[in-house]
C-alpha cells in the first residue's frame, strides 16, 4: 500500500538548520508531484513547498522562500526538505503527501494532496 514515512524532525535554535527525509513507498514514486506541509499547535495545515514529477520545478510558500529547499531522489523513492535559518514560527509538525494533480503543475491546495505520511516534530527555539 500507499507509505509515506518522514524523519529528521527535532528540537534547534532559532537559526539552526534541519533535513527533513520522506520515504515513499507503494506507488510510481516518479510518476507524481510531492509537497511538504506543517501545522502548527492550534492552527490548520498549510503548504510548506512542492515540487514536480521530474524535480525540475520547486514551488514554495512565501514565509520560507530563501530559507528551504525542496529535492527529490527518483531513484531511492525520496524527498527532502532542506531548513535553514529556522525560526520558532517554524515551529510545527511537517508532513509530506503526494500531490494528485498534473504532477508537472503548481498547487498549494490542501485538496490536491493526498497519502499523507504521520509527520515529523520540528521545534524551533528562540
Known amino acids: 500500500q500507499v507509505q509515506l514515512v518522514e524523519s529528521g524532525g527535532g528540537l534547534v535554535q532559532a537559526g539552526g538548520s534541519l533535513r527533513l527525509s520522506c520515504a515513499a513507498s507503494?506507488?510510481?514514486?516518479?510518476?507524481?508531484?510531492m509537497g511538504w506541509f506543517r501545522q502548527a499547535p492550534g492552527k490548520e495545515r498549510e503548504f510548506v513547498a512542492s515540487?514536480?514529477?521530474?524535480?525540475?520545478?520547486?514551488y514554495y510558500a512565501h514565509s520560507v522562500k530563501g530559507r528551504f529547499t525542496i529535492s527529490r531522489d527518483n531513484v531511492k523513492n525520496m524527498v527532502y526538505l532542506q531548513m535553514d535559518s529556522l525560526k520558532p514560527e517554524d515551529t510545527g509538525i511537517y508532513y509530506c503527501a503526494t500531490q494528485f494533480s498534473a504532477p508537472d503543475s503548481y498547487t498549494d491546495y490542501i485538496a490536491d494532496f493526498g497519502s499523507w505520511g504521520q509527520g515529523t516534530q520540528v521545534t524551533v527555539s528562540s
Open positions: 507503494g506507488f510510481s514514486f516518479s510518476n507524481y508531484a
Open positions: 515540487i514536480t514529477w521530474s524535480g525540475s520545478s520547486t
